[in-house]
């Protein structure tokens, strides 16, 4: 529900959805559980498109470090996570965060997806 507002454009619903699945997912879910950083990654998007780079950022970095905990360290979703705040540095003009975050993505990738994967393309 919560990514159907954030498409059109709906993004203080699409938070309010977001911080109510969270809210359930934090009551009923470990505290690492990979279903929390997804909710953190799609919060910190609606941020991202209502311009509030910090607040994105923070919701990126907690996703990270769920990630980090629950999930391999070659998983395509810690990539995802790495490349959606390599977009906010950018936002932000801070390349040189934003590089740092492009590679480790990229890294990751290079190591999850198979050579002829698209996203190695970009």
């Known amino acids: 529900m ?3 507002l954030n498409a059109k454009g709906e993004y203080d619903k699409a938070l309010e959805n977001y911080e109510r699945a969270l809210e359930i997912q934090l009551k009923s879910l470990p505290s690492n559980h ?3 950083a ?3 990654n799609n919060m910190g998007l609606v941020h991202d498109e209502k311009v509030e780079y910090n607040k994105a950022l923070e919701n ?3 996703a990270l470090e769920i990630q980090l905990k629950s999930l391999p360290s070659n998983h395509p979703s810690l990539a ?3 490349n959606n705040m ?3 540095h950018d936002e ?3 390349y040189d965060r934003a590089s740092e975050n492009y590679e480790g993505a990229l890294e990751i990738q290079l190591k999850s997806l198979p050579s002829n994967h698209p996203s190695l393309a970009t």
């Open 2 to 4: 919560g990514s159907a």
């Open 34 to 36: 990979p279903s929390l």
């Open 38 to 40: 997804l909710t953190y």
């Open 60 to 62: 990126y970095e907690t």
């Open 80 to 82: 995802l996570t790495y």
């Open 86 to 88: 390599g977009l906010v």
């Open 92 to 94: 932000k003009v801070e």
